[in-house]
């Protein structure tokens, strides 16, 4: 996260263009750079229900439009040239990722859904990419970033959002609450229940002292039994305060290759509203073409 080069994918719609605002605040923070990025569809062929033709815009329009509309929101220093390109658009966020530290982006642009129903192309950049996503709204503020919240199922892949936590409290000194969730259906039995809290709790408090030692001051680790499914725990807690960022890592224990809709990370993704900072642990393997679209 040192000098950070920031993808921010764009719609051109007013809720896309929200993320450029935590774009241009991590910036600052990390001494990085806003990489602005643009996709129009190809033309379609053979449309069942013609539509009158539009005339196309010429790429330099479109860059203009572009360098106008995110200069409301970045800083001059901070802003790299905007890039169009026509194609697919999670196709060429894929590509335009390869030398990007960092994905800032809504999970809807001109169709305005909640994030509830995640569109296509932000569920497969959370899926496939080898940047760390950073999920931001309308109502998202991350600015200044002073709250959060650091989940953990003691799984090596989670380490690795451990890893990020470390940068962003560096840069910032914001307080960090690392949450181990346990569904009570775990328990064998309710006389062994309090001996298990504490083992877990001594576990997650030696995991502090070993990966996050330089920043232990600023960590509250707490081990949390819960009735619910983990995924609503955390829904609960990010409404009960208002931190600035979820941090959380895509895999956990099942290892599965990728996030799947059913999982904990992807329901965290579609019901919490505050910002979340994603990490696919498998970042460095490439794309099977099974995933490509078709």
């Known amino acids: 996260m040192e000098n950070p080069r920031i993808l921010v994918p764009t719609d051109l719609s007013d809720l896309s263009l929200v993320a450029f605002e935590s774009a241009n605040y991590l910036a600052d923070i ?24 539009t005339p196309p815009k010429k790429i330099e329009e479109l860059e203009a439009e572009l360098e106008k509309k995110v200069s409301a929101y970045v800083d001059e220093d901070n802003l ?48 496939f990419s080898k940047a760390p996503v950073l999920l931001v709204e309308k109502d998202s503020k991350i600015k200044p970033l002073s709250d959060i919240l650091l989940t ?29 969730l346990v569904n009570l ?7 062994t229940f309090d001996d298990q809290i504490e ?15 330089e920043i232990r001051k600023n960590v509250t680790a707490e ?31 099942t290892g599965l290759k990728y996030l799947r809709l059913g999982s904990t990370a992807a329901n965290v993704l579609r019901l919490v509203k505050t910002a979340v900072f994603s990490i696919n642990p498998r970042m460095d393997k490439p794309i099977g073409k099974e995933h490509v679209e078709r």
């Not at 039994?225 to 895999?251: C, D, F, G, R, W």
């Open 30 to 53: 990390l001494d990085g750079m806003v990489l602005p990025l643009y996709v129009y569809p190809p033309e379609k062929d053979g449309a069942s229900f013609p539509v009158p033709p």
């Open 80 to 127: 790299e040239p905007v890039v169009v390109r026509k194609g697919k658009p999670w196709e060429i966020i894929m590509e335009e990722s390869e030398d990007a530290d960092l994905i800032v982006m809504t999970s809807h642009g001109k169709s305005g859904f909640s994030r509830l129903f995640l569109g296509s192309v932000t569920e497969r950049v959370v899926r």
């Open 152 to 180: 953990t199922d003691f799984s090596d892949h989670s380490l690795l959002a451990f890893d990020y936590t470390r940068d962003l409290v560096a840069a910032t000194h914001a307080k960090v609450h690392l949450v181990h």
């Open 185 to 191: 259906s775990q328990f064998s039995k309710v006389s």
């Open 199 to 213: 083992s877990l709790q001594q576990k997650l408090n030696e995991w502090v002292d070993e990966h996050l030692k």
């Open 223 to 253: 081990v949390l039994p819960v009735k619910s499914s983990i995924h609503e725990a955390i829904v609960h807690l990010t409404n009960q305060k208002k931190y600035s960022m979820v941090v959380m890592s895509t895999l956990g224990h």
